[in-house]
């Protein structure tokens, strides 16, 4: 005699036999495959060494010396550009004033001047203006 099976059973069955997959756990596996590393160094499309820094939920006492050894990092191994990830500030106190951001760009106009050689925007497919490319003074 063949024991009945559960619901639970024919749901999984169903799902199966239909296709359906859990779509939490696929977000999360795609989630997982698509994750760099917060300061990995890839080549840009001109072929210039960059290296990426992701501040995002960090504040200024953590992001700051975050990007001041990132530079360093990148006039050691002779990379020529910094992408920094700061964000637009919309979970900024008071809304939308872009702290971090604010507190990156000050940095680079006043304590990092020798160690760059300048910085910009970044283009909208590198994150525009929640993120700022420093280019670096080779070491």
């Known amino acids: 005699m063949q ?3 559960s619901n639970a059973d024919l749901i999984l069955q169903h799902l199966d036999r239909y296709g359906i997959r ?3 756990a696929m977000a999360q596996l795609q989630k997982k495959t698509r ?4 300061s990995a160094a890839v080549e ?8 990426r820094l992701d501040l995002h939920g960090m504040t200024i006492e953590t992001a ?9 990092d990148c006039r050691e191994k002779g990379i020529g550009e910094l992408l920094v990830i700061h964000g637009y500030g919309l979970h900024s106190q008071p809304v939308g004033e872009g702290v971090l951001k604010k507190a990156v ?7 990092a001047v020798s160690r760059i050689r300048d910085y910009s925007p970044a283009m909208t497919r590198d994150g ?3 993120a700022t490319l420093v ?3 080779r070491g």
């Open 44 to 51: 840009s499309k001109r072929g210039v060494l960059r290296k």
């Open 3 to 5: 024991k009945p099976k």
């Open 105 to 111: 760009l000050e940095y680079l106009e006043q304590r």
């Open 128 to 130: 525009g203006p929640g």
């Open 135 to 137: 280019r670096i003074v």
């Open 22 to 24: 859990d779509k939490d």
């Open 64 to 72: 700051l010396p975050a990007l001041s050894r990132a530079i360093d």
């Open 35 to 38: 994750e760099k590393k917060p």
